[in-house]
């Protein structure tokens, strides 16, 4: 196994170890790439979507929020193009009927199913998207869709947002939320699975305009990258040629980075014309156009599309986080310490509270302590085992500060704070703490 293999490895077990991510359906044998995210997971996650929307959304005047159904009317993916070409190349071995995209495996090479000497079905298009009945009646007149993507119902709704916000060109609209894909070979943990989780924001332009817009938007995402503690010497902006990108596609970029096993797609970044608003008017019927409210100009807007996968968004905050250190131990030798240091606005818990014993005493300053601080900050109390293996376990999560009630408050009514990535400890008055906290964890 390589180093990198083994780091992968290590961050799944420290993930289920600690409660960022669990194997789905585990007491019952699991169901293949399915995860759930766990107590830590939960936190980490919502702290990407809301630092996003906060970025992308409150703080920008140019772009509003959407939070659509997950299930739309099937002709929307009629009109999108989907339903025809929304499909991955699928080969079968023809010994074990083990399933691949062609475009992921050489079909001159040994089965890495089974093993068996190469023996495949022509390659035949798979579709992607996951097929429902709506209500009790499972016929073809009930047949609806999951969503495989966020956007449609942002050009669906364009009309409707463009009234109702009094937007002008460019502007975007917004939306975090799952979407469903029946992957033919997902796998590498979270990173490709048949339901995740996107943040995504169709910006409307004029087409004169979508080249200095969409190099505007590449920028934005290298500076989110860098937000999320990203080394960029591990990121590739690729251009993806005409033959590989999406069919509603005029240029994407791929945004990759280097995981463990191997360059793959992070983020995208895509060029889509005029596409989907002039195919939902013809095929609705309906009057998708702006007015430019000064010149009085009709136009279809084209638009740029950021999308940015928050499981994969995740997956590579663990990575970069990841560290093994020499570290001192209680008796003053040396010790190996894995510590996660997310940026501190990342971390899941930002400040651990921990007495040094059990004592009563030190408890009945502790917990008040606690609750204070867990009111303007997401916090942890712990006051079991040691404080050494305390510390290396609030290291293990990410946590920025760890506040230790000693025997010594009771005297001084002082606290030590232990910095995470430096380990140095600070002694600081109780009622100067929050300031001292708040101050750090900006």
Not at 56 to 81: C, H, T, Y
Not at 175 to 192: A, D, L, Y
Not at 239 to 255: F, G, L, M, P
Not at 339 to 362: D, G, Q, R, T
């Amino acid at each position: 196994m390589s180093e990198a293999e083994n780091k992968m490895e290590k961050i799944i077990s420290l993930c289920k170890r600690r409660g960022f991510v669990f194997p789905g359906s585990e007491i019952y044998g699991g169901l293949a790439n399915s995860w759930d995210y766990g107590p830590l997971g939960v936190e980490l996650k919502n702290n990407i979507k809301n630092e996003w929307w906060k970025i992308f959304v409150q703080q920008r005047s140019d772009v509003v929020g959407l939070d659509a159904a997950l299930i739309m009317n099937p002709k929307v993916w009629e009109a999108s193009g989907h339903l025809k070409g929304f499909t991955d190349p699928l080969v079968e071995c023809k010994k074990c009927h083990g399933r691949f995209r062609t475009d992921q495996i050489d079909i001159e090479a040994a089965c890495a199913k089974c093993g068996a000497e190469a023996d495949f079905t022509d390659t035949k298009q798979f579709n992607m998207m996951f097929k429902t009945n709506l209500g009790p009646a499972a016929d073809s007149a009930s047949e609806v869709y999951l969503r495989p993507e966020t956007a449609q119902a942002m050009f669906v709704d364009f009309k409707l947002i463009a009234e109702t916000t009094r937007k002008r060109l460019p502007f975007g609209i917004a939306q975090i939320g799952r979407s469903f894909r029946n992957e033919i070979t997902p796998g590498n943990f979270i990173f490709r699975t048949r339901e995740f989780e996107m943040m995504e924001i169709e910006y409307f332009v004029k087409e004169a305009d979508w080249k200095n817009n969409f190099e505007m938007w590449r920028s934005e995402m290298e500076k989110w990258l860098r937000h999320l503690g990203v080394d960029l010497a591990n990121i590739h902006f690729e251009e993806v040629e005409e033959k590989d990108r999406a069919h509603y596609s005029s240029r994407t970029i791929d945004i990759e980075y280097d995981f463990p096993f191997g360059q793959d797609e992070l983020y995208g970044l895509a060029y889509r014309s005029d596409f989907d608003l002039k195919n939902h008017m013809e095929n609705s019927n309906q009057d998708l156009s702006y007015t430019d409210p000064d010149s009085g100009e009709k136009v279809i807007p084209h638009v740029i599309e950021p999308t940015w996968g928050v499981d994969r968004s995740m997956l590579v905050a663990l990575l970069e986080a990841y560290q093994e250190e020499v570290a001192p131990s209680a008796d003053g030798t040396e010790e190996q310490r894995v510590v996660l240091k997310f940026p501190k606005w990342l971390a899941p818990i930002k400040i651990a509270v921990l007495p040094l014993s059990k004592k009563e005493n030190l408890a009945a300053v502790a917990k008040p302590l606690y609750e204070q601080l867990t009111k303007r900050f997401a916090c942890e109390y712990d006051e079991t085992q040691s404080i050494g293996k305390r510390y290396r376990r609030q290291d293990e999560i990410g946590t920025p500060y760890a506040v230790t009630v000693d025997f010594d408050t009771l005297e001084d009514e002082a606290v030590t704070v232990r910095d995470r990535d430096t380990m140095k400890q600070e002694r600081i008055k109780i009622d100067e703490l929050e300031n001292y906290l708040e101050e750090r964890l900006k």
